[in-house]
C-alpha cells in the first residue's frame, strides 16, 4: 500500500511498529532472555540523538507503535526525554520494564512525559521463585510498582513468561494478575531463541503440563471477560503449522538493538545476513534498499516445500530465525510445520526433553542448572565460539 | 444506548489521524485498528463534551442525511463494547 507523498516504495508496506532497544544492560538475568547471546559485544550504545533522529524518520514513514525495550530500558537516563519526543512525534509510546529502577517519582515524569503505556515483567507469583529466575530481589518491588502504575492510570499489561519452572503455577499467577488490576495479561510461552535455546532442556514444558495449563488459562479469560484480557498462545514447538512471524519479514516491524544494528526482528542478528546500521543510513534507506530488509521480501526466496504451498501467503514459511536454528538454512521451512522435512526431528527433540523433564521429576537424574542471562556468561560463550 | 451520555475516549486508547494510512486510528497498547471513512467522523467528534445527541445532529447536518442515526448507534455499541469510549462523568 502506497499512498502520494509517502516515503515508502511500491510493493513495500510501511513499518508500523519501531522496537527500540535501548540497551542491554539489565539488572535481571532471566534464563529465557530474548536478547542475542552476544549482549556483551553491543557496548557502543546510540546517543540521544542518534533515537531522536531514528524515531522521527521512522515516524514520518508511518511508524505508529513504539516500544522502549532493552534489557532494561530504565536504565537509560535518557528516557524520559526520549518518551517527550516520541509523544510529541505522535508515537503510542510503550515502555516494556521489570520494574527494577523504578520509582513513584519516575512514574510520574513519564506521565508529564506523555507515556501511554507501562508493561511490567513478573517470574512468577511468589517471591522465591521470581527472585531466582530473575536473579534479583525484585518481587515485592514489582508488586508495588504495578500498584503505582495503576494509580496514575497507566493501561497495565502484565507479562509472564511461562515456562517448565513456572507453569503448574498458572493459577496463581493470575489470581496476582487479578489482585493487582492488570487490564492486559500476556501469558507468553518462551520462544526458543537466544538464551532460551541455550536453556531449552530446562525450560520446555511438558504435553501435560501445557493441557493443565491451557485449562486453567481458558477459565480466568471466561471469568475476567470484560475487566481483563488475558492472552495465552502455546509454545509453537507443539504446533503443526508455523506462526507468521513478524507478518512477514519488513512488512510492520523494525527493531534497532542498542549499537544501531537495525533488524527485521530483535532475533535476526543470529542470521548470516549483513545488517545496516542507523549511523550508517536513513531510515527509508534501511527500510526500503537494504539488502537485509529485502533478504525475505515476498515469496521469491523460497525454497520446497514453502514455494509451491498455498499457505505460503499466509503464514511466509514461518520463522527465518528459528528454520535457521534448527536446520542451517535460513530460507528453508520453519521446522514447526509438519510439511518440514525437518518436523520430525523436532518434534524426537520434544519428546527427549519430555522425557527429561518427568525422569528429573521423579528424580532419576539430576537437573542441570539454568545459563542465567549476564554479562558474564556471555563473555564466556563469545570466547567458546 | 443512552443518547444523553457524552462518550470520551477511555484512557488506554488514543484516536488519531494518520496520514500514511489515510485514515483515523485506534491506538492502544502495542496494537493499532485502522477505521473506516465513517467511523473515523463519528470518532473524531467523540471529546468528551459532546452528547451521541449532539455527534448525530452534527453528523446528519455536515453529510446532509437524516439515515444514519442507526449506523451511528450500531458503531458506537462496539466502540464501547471493544473499551475504547466510556462515558463522561
Known amino acids: ?26 539488572p535481571l538475568q532471566c534464563p529465557y532472555c530474548s536478547n542475542p547471546v552476544e549482549i556483551a ?43 517527550q519526543e516520541a509523544r510529541h512525534l505522535g508515537y503510542y509510546t510503550n515502555l516494556i520494564t521489570s520494574g527494577v529502577g523504578m520509582d513513584e517519582e519516575r512514574v510520574k515524569r513519564f506521565k508529564d512525559a506523555g507515556l501511554d503505556h507501562i508493561q511490567i515483567s513478573f517470574q512468577a507469583s511468589n517471591e522465591e521463585l521470581n527472585n531466582f ?69 530446562q525450560l520446555l514444558p511438558t504435553r501435560e503440563q501445557l493441557a493443565n495449563a491451557e485449562k ?29 512471524c513478524m507478518n512477514g519479514w519488513g512488512a510492520i516491524f523494525l527493531t534497532i538493538a542498542p549499537d544501531g544494528t537495525a533488524l527485521p526482528c530483535h532475533e535476526a542478528g543470529q542470521l548470516p545476513i549483513e545488517f545496516p546500521n542507523v549511523r550508517d543510513f536513513s531510515i527509508p534507506e534501511i527500510w526500503n534498499d537494504s539488502p537485509g530488509f529485502n533478504h525475505f521480501r515476498g515469496f521469491e526466496w523460497m525454497v520446497e516445500p514453502c514455494r509451491s504451498c498455498p499457505e505460503k501467503t499466509k503464514d511466509f514459511g514461518g520463522c527465518r530465525c528459528q528454520a535457521f536454528m ?4 535460513a530460507r ?3 521446522p514447526v510445520c ?48 | ?44 467528534r467523540v471529546n468528551g463534551e459532546t452528547t451521541i445527541t449532539e455527534i448525530i445532529a452534527d453528523l446528519k447536518e455536515t453529510f446532509s442525511s437524516n439515515e444514519l442515526e442507526d449506523d451511528v448507534i450500531k458503531f458506537l455499541e462496539v466502540a464501547y463494547d471493544n473499551g475504547w469510549l466510556r462515558n463522561k462523568k
Open chain 1, 216 to 244: 486453567i488459562a481458558k477459565e480466568y479469560q471466561e471469568k475476567m471477560k470484560g475487566r481483563s484480557k488475558i492472552i495465552y498462545v502455546i509454545p509453537d514447538y507443539f504446533e503443526n503449522r508455523p506462526k507468521p
Open chain 1, 133 to 201: 529466575i530473575g536473579g534479583t530481589k525484585s518481587f515485592q518491588h514489582k508488586k508495588e510498582m504495578a500498584r503505582i502504575v495503576k494509580e496514575y492510570e497507566y493501561p497495565m499489561v502484565l507479562n509472564i513468561v511461562i515456562h517448565r519452572k513456572n507453569i503448574d503455577q498458572i493459577r496463581d499467577i493470575l489470581e496476582m494478575t487479578v489482585e493487582l488490576n492488570a487490564d492486559y495479561v500476556e501469558l507468553a510461552s518462551t520462544q526458543y531463541y537466544g538464551w532460551s535455546r541455550i536453556n531449552v532442556d
Open chain 1, 41 to 83: 559485544k553491543y557496548q557502543n550504545e546510540l546517543s540521544t540523538k542518534d533515537w531522536v533522529r531514528v524515531m522521527q524518520q521512522a515516524r514520518k514513514m508511518g511508524a505508529t507503535q513504539l516500544g522502549f525495550s532493552g534489557g532494561e530500558p530504565l536504565v537509560r537516563q535518557d528516557l524520559e526525554e526520549l518518551i
Open chain 1, 332 to 334: 528453508n521451512a520453519d
Open chain 1, 338 to 385: 509438519d510439511k518440514s522435512p525437518h518436523h520430525k526431528s523436532l518434534i524426537d527433540d520434544v519428546e527427549r526433553i519430555n522425557e527429561l523433564a518427568v525422569d528429573e521429576a521423579a528424580k532419576k537424574v539430576e537437573e542441570k542448572p539454568l545459563i542465567f542471562r549476564n554479562m558474564k556468561n556471555s563473555k564466556s560463550y563469545l570466547e567458546e565460539v
Open chain 2, 1 to 44: 444506548m443512552d443518547k444523553n451520555n457524552t462518550p470520551e475516549v477511555a484512557p488506554t486508547f488514543r484516536v488519531q489521524w494518520e496520514d500514511v494510512q489515510n485514515c483515523y486510528v485506534v491506538l492502544y497498547p502495542e496494537g493499532m485498528v485502522k477505521l473506516s471513512s465513517s467511523a473515523g467522523q463519528i470518532m473524531k
Open chain 1, 1 to 26: 500500500m502506497t499512498t502520494a507523498g509517502s516515503e515508502t516504495k511500491n510493493d513495500i508496506t510501511p513499518p508500523l511498529w519501531l522496537l527500540a532497544e535501548l540497551t542491554y544492560k539489565c
Open chain 1, 326 to 329: 534448527l536446520t542451517g538454512d
